[in-house]
């Protein structure tokens, strides 16, 4: 949407501000569908930076009735997040700098945390390999409250990363100002394949992208769900 009033309240609690245009991801509320609508999203925002512009994701932070007004969101779509982009401001605001602390921004969890060699209970340790700077760049993709939700096991011989979510968010879901519409890790496993692909891009790595669930033990205790696999070429 462009010729937006950024000064007018849709719900951003004041993180944005005189903003003239942003982007409306609209789509089924399927897994897929969002995780694919994620993956898109994300690469439209990297666009948008390369070219000098702010972006703020927001999964939750906004109220949907404002933005329906202007939009054709059909019976069986939801409004998935929305994008306000815009030259940056030179004043930075107290909650400008208060944010990023509070949710840890720049935190991200350390490789062993979220990858595993061959199954869920072997680390990855040193056993990369060729991916290994195509994982360390995908685990810094941003994700909603910074919870990084990705959880993958790289096969024994580099061939295969299957990419798994894991939940924290659910009872965050709902119709409410605050809530998301969907679980926003479906949207984080989006954008975190972006990055993923990126990273094998610049190593030189090929692949496909499939959905073949291994059918692997997980961990238990944990709400985990199987999503997609990287396979290479």
Known sequence: LDGVDGDQDIGTYGYTKGFPALLVAIGPPEPLA????????????????HLGLGTVWMGGAFNRADVLETTGVEPDEII??????GHAGDHKRLIDLA?????????RKAMDDVYCYG????????????????????????????RQPWRCVVARDCSRIDMYARFSLRDEVGTGRKQYACPPEYLDMGTYYRSLEIGLLHAGLRGTLVVEDPGRALPEREDIEYLASWISA
């Open 34 to 49: 969002l995780f694919e609508l994620a993956y898109v999203l994300h690469g439209l925002v990297l666009a948008l930076t």
């Open 80 to 85: 998935a997040a929305i994008v306000p982009f």
């Open 99 to 107: 944010a990023p602390l509070v949710l840890r921004a720049s935190k």
């Open 119 to 146: 199954d869920f209970g072997t680390p990855l340790g040193a056993h990369a390999g060729p991916l290994h700077h195509a994982l360390d760049v995908a685990r810094r993709a941003p994700s909603a409250k910074n």
